[in-house]
C-alpha cells in the first residue's frame, strides 16, 4: 500500500544543491530525533549514489577523502591559535597507483630526503618523528643538499593513503608542529619576564614611571610578534614541502629506478666514475 500522504506531493524535481540540502538536513533532523542511526557498507552508499544519480567513480573518490579527513585533525582554536598561529599543515590529492606502492614511496621520501623515522606503521597510514642522532642533527645545521628539510621541527608527520579505484589512490599528508609552537610560546614568556625585570630594576634605579614601564609593555610584544612570524614561516615551509611530494606523487616521479632511493644513488654514483685507463 502506497503511503496516503505521498499522493499530496507535488511531483516536482530537485536540482543538485537542492538534493544537498534536503539530504543533509534529513541526516541533522534524525540526529536530533534520538532514532537509531544505521552504519552504511561502502556498497550500500554506491547503491543510494546511484539511485540520485551520482557516478560510483565520484563517490568513491569522496569515501575515500573522507576516510582521510576522518583521520585529521579537526580546525584549531584557543589561545594558541590565535595568539602564534596555526601548528598544524595539511595537503591532499588524488594520485596514480596502489596504495602499498604510494605508501611505500611517501616513506622512502620522508626517511631519506627529510630524515624522519617511522613511530607507527598501519595498513593504509603512517606516521614519522624526526631523528635526533647526532649526524642527523649535523645534516639539518648544514641543510646538507641544499634541503632546509622543513619537517624536521614538526611533532610528528603523517601519511593516510586510500584506494580510489584499481589505479587511483587519495592521499592525506599532516604536519603536526605543536611542540614548536610551545616552545614559541615559553621563548614569548620569558621575553615578557625579562621586561618585567627591566622595568623593576629602572624603577628601583629611579627613572620616570613611564619610561620604566616601556620594557614591560614592548618586550611581550615583540616576543609575541616573533614567535608568530617564526611559526607562520615554518608552517608556510612545511605546506611547500607537503604540496611538492604530492606533485612528484603526481607526475609519478617515484619508482625502481628512481635516484631517490638508496639503492640507485649508488648505481648513479658508480655510473658517473669514469673508466680506468690501464
Known sequence: MSDPSASNLPASRLDRASLERVLARAAELQGTSGDTVEEFTEEQLLDLGREVGLSPQN???AL????????????????????FGPSRVRAARTVS??????????????????LLIVKRHH???IVWEPRRDFVVGVKRALRVGGRDYALSRA????????AVDDSRVHV???????????????QAMGSSLVG?????????????TVVAAAPVVIAPVLGIAGARALQSRIVTRAQLSLEQLLDRL???EFDRRSTDSLLGAIVAAATAIPPRRL
Open 250 to 252: 603526481e607526475r609519478g
Open 172 to 186: 592525506g599528508l599532516d604536519a603536526d608542529f605543536r611542540s614548536h609552537r610551545a616552545q614559541s610560546a615559553r
Open 97 to 114: 597507483g596502489t596504495p602499498a606502492d604510494v605508501l611505500a614511496s611517501i616513506d622512502g621520501w620522508m626517511q631519506r630526503q627529510e
Open 196 to 208: 618585567a625585570a627591566a622595568t623593576a630594576s629602572l624603577i628601583i634605579m629611579g627613572v620616570a
Open 64 to 83: 575515500a577523502e573522507e576516510r582521510t579527513r576522518s583521520v585529521a585533525p579537526e580546525d584549531e582554536h584557543g589561545i594558541g591559535a590565535s595568539v
Open 123 to 125: 595498513a593504509d597510514r
Open 59 to 61: 563517490l568513491r573518490q
Open 155 to 162: 611533532f610528528e608527520v603523517s601519511a593516510t593513503v586510500i
